[in-house]
């Protein structure tokens, strides 16, 4: 339907139609949609690529890729269960599946709400997981596998509600995303994406529109 539009035109397109997704209320459901009907029948954790069942996934927890403590500072709701108390906007955005993904619970933790960046010289703390932290920075660099996935995320966070990334960060993200387009998996749950919750991550669809992005 969109095919031979200009990519400034789809970029409008897209921005007009979407409006925030409407149909999870809430983390407490997006969390049970996650688990049940995105990866009914397992996959592999973002960061570091380990296999999981849909029976077995001690250790894993989601991670928020646009972290939910950045989300609070701009829509200046207070903390994050005040926020889920007092605005609804604020549990929409944190029940987004685009934002979610299957992460070992250690890396989600250290990874915290830490920027992505690139680190020179940066111990592994985790052998068998290319996961790089620098705590005194406040920054994590994830393997390359993975970065094209969360500069997408990143940006359609950024774009469907308004959210701020940083020039210095947005330019970092867009390079990644150019050097990790969107595999086959990443198409696929675009689409269950879409079907569970009604909006889709249109950077997964036409990775030219990121050109368009401005920080």
Same mark, same amino acid.
């Given at each position: 339907m969109l095919r031979g539009l200009s990519l400034y035109t789809l970029m409008v397109l897209w921005?007009?139609?979407?409006?925030d997704q409407q149909?999870?209320?809430?983390?407490?459901?997006?969390?049970?949609?996650?688990?049940?009907?995105?990866?009914?029948?397992g996959g592999k954790t973002l960061y570091c690529g380990q296999t999981f069942s849909a029976?077995? &996934? &001690?250790?894993?927890?989601?991670? !928020?890729?646009?972290?939910?403590?950045?989300?609070?500072?701009?829509?200046?709701?207070?903390?994050?269960?005040?926020?889920?108390?007092k605005s609804e906007r604020f549990n929409r955005i944190e029940a987004d599946l685009h934002n979610l993904y299957p992460s070992r619970q250690d890396i989600n933790d250290v990874r915290s709400s830490f920027r992505f960046g690139m680190l020179s010289g940066e111990k592994r703390i985790f052998a068998d997981c290319d996961f790089e932290v620098d705590e005194r920075k406040r920054v994590v660099e994830p393997r390359p596998a993975s970065r094209g996935e969360i500069a997408r995320a990143m940006f359609y966070m950024k774009e469907?509600?308004?959210?701020?990334?940083?020039?210095?960060?947005?330019?970092?993200?867009?390079?990644? !995303?150019?050097?990790?387009?969107?595999?086959? !998996?990443?198409?696929?749950?675009?689409?269950?994406?879409?079907?569970?919750?009604?909006?889709?991550?249109?950077?997964?669809?036409?990775?030219?529109?990121?050109?368009?992005?401005?920080f």
């Open positions: 921005i007009s139609v979407t409006a149909r999870i209320p809430d983390y407490e459901q997006a969390r049970a949609l996650f688990w049940g009907e995105l990866y009914t029948r029976k077995y &996934r &001690r250790g894993l927890n989601i991670e !928020h890729i646009f972290p939910m403590s950045w989300v609070t500072n701009e829509l200046k709701c207070g903390k994050r269960k005040q926020c889920r108390a469907e509600y308004g959210l701020t990334i940083f020039r210095k960060s947005g330019e970092l993200l867009k390079k990644w !995303h150019f050097q990790d387009l969107p595999s086959k !998996h990443e198409k696929w749950r675009n689409e269950r994406i879409e079907k569970i919750q009604g909006t889709r991550n249109y950077f997964v669809d036409d990775p030219k529109l990121v050109e368009l992005i401005e």
